[in-house]
């Protein structure tokens, strides 16, 4: 929303906590920014036939387990245009169960290491009051 998208849908199981996320975004805040009323299923599918991105950030998908793949399955990803990409913000595992859903479905995939990378980045600095090495981060990442 903060860099300009026409249009931003908060979904969640919470409905709660889809409002108070929206509702930090700010007055300045450009484009629609709706919250779901949760998972009602035409309502979720109807956000995904509409969607460029989404971006699994629910700790859902944290270990590879039944429940993760239920999780999983109950998105509706073959809802989501063929040029749409998906990212989850969670890195381990890499590839989560979202993540290969939409693989298989042959999405766009970002997997959370990204994420991992620059929180790490900003902890340094605000405890270091230092740039963070970024790139000698990102190789220690790469080297697993």
């Excluded at 889809?18 to 919250?35: H, K, M, N, Q």
């Excluded at 999983?72 to 245009?81: D, G, I």
């Excluded at 969670?90 to 990204?114: C, F, H, N, S």
């Amino acid at each position: 929303a903060l860099a300009g998208a026409d249009d931003v849908a908060v979904l969640a199981r919470r409905p709660g906590a889809a409002a108070a996320l929206t509702g930090s975004l700010g007055e300045g805040v450009r484009g629609v920014v709706r919250a779901s009323p949760g998972w009602g299923e035409p309502a979720l599918r109807d956000a995904f036939a509409r969607a460029t991105l989404v971006v699994q950030a629910t700790s859902a998908t944290l270990r590879s387990s039944p429940a993760a793949q239920a999780f999983a399955a109950a998105l509706p990803l073959a809802s989501l245009p063929a040029d749409a990409a998906v990212t989850d913000l969670v890195y381990d595992p890499i590839e989560t169960t979202v993540l290969a859903a939409a693989a298989a479905r042959g999405l766009k995939t970002v997997d959370g290491l990204g994420m991992l990378l620059h929180q790490g980045a900003l902890a340094f600095e605000t405890w270091t009051e230092v740039p963070a090495p970024v790139e000698v981060m990102r190789s220690a990442l790469a080297a697993g």
